[in-house]
């Protein structure tokens, strides 16, 4: 898929700005942050978690929804098998002093959002910020088993992969019952996102991070929780362009650290044109409109969908 091939790309570029070697390709550490899209189950160890694969849909049985969340590749997964890379465990699965944390961890959360407060009605999730502390906590744990050099050397040197900011906008700033949509305009809160996402990547970066890659929103007008607000059932322009705003913002931003920060070498992968092509012309890739197609980033369906979460996998 297109949509694949361009996030592998990016990665594939910081890669190349590093090394040729295909040794390295294939020993590269990663460590992933995000929200369902990425998750690969560290919500299953957060007992109150709304946010979690194995509640009842669309009258599909639970356990074959969680086996499905468990077996079929997310986004990350296809991106990694693109790299010929590993895809790391979810951090909760792992003991505190598990030798595993070396390898590459996944912090990912389904609900999870740059602001803390980004959907709080799933009760438990790890926002951005509590992903960064857990990576500390992983840092701390790492200096303990071989040395604060050889640490600062092994968290320089991987990769990391970050895809957040739809929750912001599906789980928080549209709904109508929260309060940063009725606090904020659109562009008051995006300069909120932006401000919060430079100070968490900041910190990323005091942390270790140097080579990291941030994933853009897709079309979140396209979703089915706001195409159910047109009449027609269509994507909405003023939620679309609004993403837009952001993927420039958050840009501009990687382009600002990059300059900021030494040896920094933060990319922006963009594959919200792929997505929305994908959403305008599903036969062209072999898929019907009816068909749920998760590449890690879209789903065609036109039911109603129990959680605004599940709803975020347009």
Known sequence: MAIVQGLALAAALIFAAATTSLTYAASVVTYVFGDSLTEVGNNK???YSL????????NIPAQVLLWLTSFLPNFWDFEAAKLGI??????????????ALLDGVNYASG??????????????????????????????VIKTKIGDAATNKHVNEALYFIGIGSNDYVNNFLQPFLADGQQYTHDEFLELLISTLDQQLIRLYQLGARKAVFHGLGPLGCIPSQRVKSKKGI???????????????AQKLLNTLNQRLPSAKFLFADTY??????????????????VEFIDGAVIFARVPLILPELQAKF
């Open 45 to 47: 160890y957060l007992q």
């Open 51 to 58: 946010a979690r694969s194995d509640y009842p849909c669309m």
């Open 86 to 99: 590993q895809s790391p465990p979810p951090y909760l699965s792992l003991s505190k002093n598990d030798d």
């Open 111 to 140: 609900g999870a959002g740059i602001l803390n407060d980004t959907g709080l009605y799933f009760i438990q999730r790890l926002s951005f910020d509590d992903q960064i502390d857990c990576f500390n906590k992983t840092k701390e």
């Open 235 to 249: 994507c909405l322009k003023r939620v679309n362009e609004w993403a837009l705003e952001f993927n420039s913002r």
């Open 273 to 290: 044109g792929d997505v929305l092509d994908l959403i305008n012309n599903p036969t062209a890739y072999g898929e019907s409109e009816l």
